[in-house]
């Protein structure tokens, strides 16, 4: 079994004198929901483009479940939908999936079923594509890439246009296509709702690709540990708390403390300002999120680009 | 692999059949090849049988040493040689002078029997088809459709739903360009059979004896009729496939169906209308002419002029032979640079078209 589902080396797309992707490498490990992320225009969709045989790379190289070669035959292991879904607008959304199956190798219509269902398209397949909303057309280009039940599956944007609910809907089933020996490749510019499905991300700006790894490592090696407290008299804990060497700064942040300091120090913390007669009523760590890792790197990125 | 591409083109006709376009375009042609035959019928009982004759008045030449009588019919059958032979050289270069004068009007010359062959049957089957060939709405027609079948695919975005699952390119282009033609060679029967339709309906009201005459045709009759209408069938399927690939090529091009429509539309047009009167100019470039994908469609489907008229025209006309090859060549080419290009260029997003 193929350990990397997508692997590519030096992969590069120009268009013109704008390089759209610049020479990236990255992997992508078997059963997992992995994260593309990168600011608008930072070649994701381009990428996915690539991979999916849509677009003819300048230069560099790529690999799908370990074949460089016979591409067409990789790519029918893979479910796939970006930017927005482009169906017949004149067919139905069951008709639509009805077309592809067939082409696909053909199938029972009771799966077609199930996977409108399973969408939440449930009552709306038999309509025509033209009359659906972003959100009904999102939800059957979900389905769609999830057709022939495939190996690996590109979601870009899959939530654009859904309403909140339906976004929690979304997040819970890309979460569950991961489970098992399904590789779901995500490309979002949501942050909060890719640090909650995806176990690995690759950042990309500029088309380089700037970070790649376990979310929680990312995370964790990103900026300085935090405490936000609250205590009964703010303005001589936060003279006390200045005066320890092991804190790095301390600020006011609303009407709480936020404390810069290892977070297993939060104890000690507690001890300091109970010697002094201040005590604290709460105490919470803060810890670095994927956004503001995002936004870190990115910049530096871009600070480097210019 | 076959079974993956007659998978393609069932898919393909799946789409297709779903679409308002190839039932207008068929509607169409069904249109105008009614127009044709009840337009010759009306015109056939108007002038009580004499058809839609631009009658030129015998030619009578008395020479010194013989006298001929000349018709149209001699025109256009290529008999004029013959029948000069009885007079002098000098007779003779007169009366071609004269001949030569006809050839227009002659061109819109229609017997008695010709009259009858586009809404009797059984020459009614495919009279009217012949007839829109000649005149080229069936070529335009199969180009539009080819042309937004691929065209479509790049305004809605689809083309790259089915390429992100590795169907292959040169198989989808393959695939649409087949059912194109099927679709075309489909669009003849329909009109055959609504042409046999209507040539029973025309036999009955008013009944007329020189109409029924010819439906209870002997077997002889209808057997020629109907190979040669097989033959016919044939030669006009096969005549459709470089129109389909020029627009393919075009659509492939310029990514656009509009685009793709109009620009095959002027090419057609250009090629069969304005370059041969500019390549008439000079004899030099007459080679030329017999190279035009027209010239020899024309010639493959049997349109081209009589002995006479090339005579008289000094055109030369390229044989049949030499017409199916050309056909082929220009079809071999298109497809084959609309599959490279196919094969070559990226498949963005919807165009919204």
């Known amino acids: 079994m193929d350990e990397f589902v997508i692997q590519t080396d030096g992969l590069t797309k120009r268009y013109g004198n704008v390089l759209a992707v610049d020479n990236l490498s990255m992997e992508v490990r078997r059963g997992r929901v992995y994260g593309l992320l990168g600011p608008n225009g930072s070649g994701k969709t381009t990428t996915m483009g690539l991979l999916l ?30 930017e927005s879904p482009s169906f017949y607008p004149y067919l139905s959304g069951l008709q639509n999936l009805k077309y592809f199956q ?14 409108i269902d399973r969408v939440g398209l449930g009552g709306r397949g038999d309509d025509r594509f033209r009359t659906y909303s972003l959100g009904m057309k999102q939800r059957l280009g979900i389905a769609y890439a999830l057709l022939g039940d495939p190996d690996l599956v590109f979601l870009d944007e899959p939530t654009n246009g859904l309403d909140p609910e339906g976004m929690i809907e979304v997040r819970e089933l890309i979460r569950s296509l991961g ?3 399904r590789t779901v490749l995500l490309s979002s510019h949501l942050l909060h709702e890719v640090e909650q499905v995806c176990d690995s991300v690759t950042i990309i700006s500029n088309g380089k690709l700037i970070a790649q790894g376990e979310v929680s490592q990312l995370v964790a090696t990103a900026g300085s ?3 936000r407290t609250k ?11 200045s005066a320890l060497d092991w804190v790095e700064d301390v600020a006011t942040d609303e009407d709480s403390l936020l404390v810069t300091t290892p977070i297993e120090r939060s104890s000690e913390i507690t001890e300091a300002l109970a010697h002094s007669e201040v005590y604290v009523a709460e105490m919470m760590p803060v810890r670095t999120s994927l956004e503001e890792y995002f936004l870190e790197v990115t910049a530096n990125a871009e600070d480097g680009h210019q | 692999m076959i079974a993956h591409f007659l998978l393609l083109i069932q898919g393909e006709w799946f789409k297709l059949r779903r679409r308002w376009l190839p039932w207008v375009l068929l509607a169409v042609a069904i249109l105008v090849s009614q127009t044709f035959l009840w337009g010759f019928y009306v015109v056939y009982h108007v002038t009580d049988g004499k058809g839609t004759n631009a009658f030129i008045p015998d030619y009578q030449y008395q020479g010194e040493t013989a006298s001929i009588d000349l018709t149209c019919a001699d025109l256009l059958d290529g008999r004029i040689e013959e029948r000069v032979q009885s007079l002098s050289e000098e007779e003779r270069l007169i009366v071609k002078k004269e001949v030569a004068g006809w050839s227009q009007e002659c061109s819109e010359y229609v017997s008695e029997d010709e009259g009858l062959f586009l809404f009797v049957m059984p020459s009614s089957i495919l009279g009217s088809l012949v007839l829109m060939f000649m005149t080229g709405l069936q070529f335009l027609l199969i180009m539009i459709l ?5 065209g479509s695919e790049y305004g809605w975005g689809t083309l790259r739903m089915a390429l992100s699952r590795g169907m292959g390119r040169w198989q989808i282009l393959s695939a649409k360009l087949v059912l194109c033609v099927l679709v075309g060679a489909g669009w003849f029967v329909v009109i055959a059979l609504v042409n046999s339709v209507s040539s029973v309906i025309a036999g009955i009201i008013p009944p007329d004896e020189g109409v029924s005459i010819i439906v209870l045709a002997d077997g002889d009759t209808w ?12 030669k006009a399927v096969y005549a459709t496939v470089p129109y389909i690939a020029l627009s393919a090529c075009v659509v492939v091009l310029t990514q656009s169906t509009a685009q793709g429509i109009s620009l095959s539309i002027v090419a057609y047009i250009a090629e069969a209308m304005v370059v041969p009167p500019l390549l008439a100019i000079s004899e030099r470039l007459e080679g030329i002419r017999e190279g035009l994908l027209s010239s020899n469609v024309s010639e493959w489907m049997s349109f081209g002029q009589t002995e006479a008229q090339v005579a008289l025209q000094g055109a030369e006309q390229p044989d049949t032979t030499q017409a199916f090859f050309v056909i082929l060549a220009y079809s071999v080419v298109m497809v084959g640079v609309s599959l490279w290009l196919f094969q070559r260029r990226d498949v963005s997003g919807a165009r919204g078209e």
């Open chain 2, 223 to 234: 057997r020629s009729v109907l190979s040669e209408g097989a033959k016919f069938f044939g």
């Open chain 1, 179 to 181: 489970d098992g020996n």
């Open chain 1, 231 to 241: 205590t009964t008299d703010d303005g001589k804990a936060r003279q006390i708390l």
């Open chain 1, 102 to 115: 067939m082409i696909f190798g053909g199938g029972p219509e009771e799966d077609l079923e199930s996977l």
């Open chain 2, 146 to 150: 080819s042309a937004s079948m691929l």
């Open chain 1, 225 to 227: 540990e935090r405490v």
């Open chain 1, 53 to 82: 045989g849509l677009l003819k790379p300048s230069s560099g190289t790529f690999s799908l479940f370990g074949s460089s070669d016979g591409h067409e035959e990789s790519l029918r292991r893979v479910g796939a939908i970006i």
